[in-house]
């Protein structure tokens, strides 16, 4: 495997097209959309910033500090963009959902780049149609459950997924949230930002694998969850997020939790600053790699 980190490397740490490894056990899905944006657009260039930030964790195999190289009990494959027609988020939405369920229905566990966060809805749709209801574990600033929210909005996705009957609310949690919202109401138990940064990696992890229990869980990452320092390149940024090292530690703690599906979204390149945000991002979904793996 090359290690010339300045050259594209056009797919996910240099792994091969899904149409040359078939048999992949995971394959990396790009969803460029941000039709639903309500801050700073531009997270249509976000799958292509994860890829090329890759090139910089290729080198380090295996991965500190796990003891494997990610090959030895993987395969992964990057199946390039979806593709559907600017303009039309519902035909962009159809669009998403047929690639995904094309996916699964070939035994693969999906791994998505977004684009803004609405792409988490229609994942989570074919992902319930493949696995039935899931346990949600969401890292975000935002709890993106508002119940005025359209039906294309990166902050209502979660109203409607419980709505539709995709998630099991009483094993779902949400991570890192620091804005507004009402507990009495909320269907999520919700671990906020000042209650993680105030306590371990360990802990933090415990407490989300004791909500999860033994149910199949779909994880998405917002990357707005870390603190602007860590990832300034987002739509709609909030102070007093988690570090890089902190949320790297709490998904290198969820080692045996049955994840059926994961996404990593709203990464915003315009808004980054020395590929901070889109490295993490990349980092991020390398631990998720691993973290499936440790437990196969």
Known sequence: MSVAIYRNPFTFLEVPWYRDCPEADVVITGIPFDMATSGRAGTRSGPGAIRQASANLVWDQPRYPWDFELSDRLRIADAGDVDFPYGEPQAATDAIQAHTRSLLEAGRTVLGFGGDHYVTLPLLR???????????????????????????????????????????????????????????AHPFEVLDAAWVNEHSADEVSRRVREILGDRPV???????????????????????????????????????????????????PAYDHAELTSLAAATLALEMLYTRAAGV
């Open 126 to 184: 074919e992902h319930a149609r493949t696995h039935g209801p899931l346990a949600l574990l969401h890292f975000d600033a935002h709890t993106d459950t508002d119940s005025e929210g359209t039906a294309f909005d990166h902050g209502a996705m979660f109203h409607h997924a419980v709505e539709e009957g995709l998630l099991l609310p009483e094993q779902s949690v949400q991570v890192g949230i620091r804005t507004t919202f009402s507990r009495a």
């Open 218 to 268: 779909y994880l998405t990452f917002d990357i707005d969850c870390l603190d602007p320092a860590y990832a300034p390149g987002t739509g709609t940024p909030v102070a007093g997020g988690l570090s890089s090292d902190l949320a790297l530690r709490i998904i290198r703690g969820l080692v045996g939790v049955d994840i059926r599906g994961m996404d990593v979204v709203e990464v915003s």
